[in-house]
């Protein structure tokens, strides 16, 4: 009759830090395990068979037999007497000792820390350190597990049974350890040198840390500090791997605790709208590089904090005319320090504005002769003064300071304009302006006309006042016949040819050139035979 074994396994609260008990559950059940990507070799569809006449099922005893068949042992139990979990070490003492390696079998004596009297075994995946090792186990009456125990305390295993250890696998190891270059200042990045080792890296994984914490999601060649990180020294943990060899880690020397950030000035505030008593000023915040988190403005007048005066907007008092008005914006932003910037200065604030209830009317035509008539109007305060100018091609034309203005020949072919400017101290002034355009001068058209052989001749002469040689167009007609020419220079000639004999009117018009106006003239002329 088959000898027959069991085991119990004393648990430990799952989730509890190694610093306060013996081992930290990974995962529970064959399907969350599998699901987590804690494999169980397979056992869960078969651990209704026994494995070394252990108990089928959830058994820590037919679990561990079962991998050792899978490592490649005989399906014969490999000792003969109790196959108790405790009797294990004791059966195999020959292999069995307090070094872990993986594939070896983890075994518990019985009612030690950890386990019950029938003791326990459990399949060591992965040896961490001499003190940290993850096992996966199942349990007489429990379930399945993978755990990672401690040696810290009690529950480490009595012993480990080197049945068929996989083959120990090389580890890597740092020759030169990984740094950090840059300064640790909020905003400022820096550049992680990896480490190099022995034989050379196939991969590279970084991990940065403040005070030696990781720091979530910080896993790239550089690290920018923010303000979480602030007075707290930084430092990058480079962990290599290569196919076939234990990967390695190399932790470089942490740098100065880190500082507070610099903002940048971008452009400056600026204060919008006019500086009239009554009226809101606002502002236009300024840049700054990173944007900052919170942003505080103080008005000044002169240069002076005016009190209770912050926000974005103020209404401008009475008590401010005269005074120049500009605003300070202060930048905050966590892990940086304080800075503020200043806006230029306004105009100096005026009481009031001059409103016009009538505005200025322009009259009058721009040609040589006329006068142009700019009336003034009406307009609130009523103390307020106007004062006027005229310009002829923009520049002030002296002395022309009234409403009305006589066009003469200097103002031909120039555009002629005004400005009425109405003001008061400590107002704001309105300005207006009216354009008359460009100045014409009526034309003379002077004509000559010549009698030919079935033909006229036409010499004519374009007079204007102010225009020194009137150019443009011209054209002469004698009943149904039409010569077009030139005026150069004022002066023009054509002829017209295939004309009946016979006394006729020769009619000339000159059509202009924009200073110089249209004009016509009629002679009589006898076409001869």
Known sequence: MPVLAASALVAVPAGAPPSQATSRYLCTGYAACAKAGYSHAGYASRNQTMYWRMYAGHNCTNYVAYRMIQAGMSTARPWSGSGMAYNWGFARKDITDSTPAVGAVAWWNRNVTGAGSSGHVAYVEKVVSPTEIVISEDSWSGDFHWRTIYKNGPGWPSGFIHFIDKPATPVLKATIGATVTGVPQVGVPLTAGLATFS???????????????????????????????????????????RPGYTSASATSPATAKVVAGVQQRGTKPAVSGVPVVGQVLTVVPGTWTPTPE??????????????????????????????????????????????????????????????????????????????????????????????????????????????????????????????ASVTKPRFRGVVRSADFGVVTAPSTVQLRGYGRKRGALARVRVVAPGVAAPTGTVWARIRGKVVRGAVVNGAAELRLRGLKPGKRTLIVVYAGNGVAESGRATVPVVVKR
């Not at 550089?222 to 930084?234: C, D, E, H, R």
Request: hydrophobic residues 45%.
């Open 199 to 241: 034989p050379a890296a196939g991969a590279h994984a970084l991990q940065w840390m403040a005070d030696g914490v990781p720091i979530a999601g910080a896993t790239g060649l550089t690290y920018v500090p923010t303000a979480a990180t602030l007075g707290k020294a930084i430092s990058v943990r480079n962990t290599a791997s």
């Open 294 to 419: 919170e942003r505080v403005f103080r008005w000044r007048a002169d240069g002076v904090w005016l009190e209770g005066r912050n926000g974005t907007s103020f209404t401008v008092t009475a008590d401010l005319v005269g005074k120049k008005i500009s605003v300070v914006e202060v930048a905050k932003r966590a892990g940086y320090t304080k800075l503020s910037n200043n806006s230029a200065d306004t105009a100096p604030v005026d009481a009031g504005v001059v409103a016009l209830t009538t505005d200025f009317a322009p009259a009058g035509t721009a040609r040589s002769g006329s006068t142009l008539t700019y009336a003034p109007g009406a307009w609130t305060p009523t103390d307020a003064r106007a004062a006027l100018q005229w310009f002829r091609d923009g520049v002030p034309v002296p002395g022309a300071v009234g409403p009305s203005y006589a066009l003469g020949a200097a103002d031909v072919g120039r555009r002629v304009t005004v400005q």
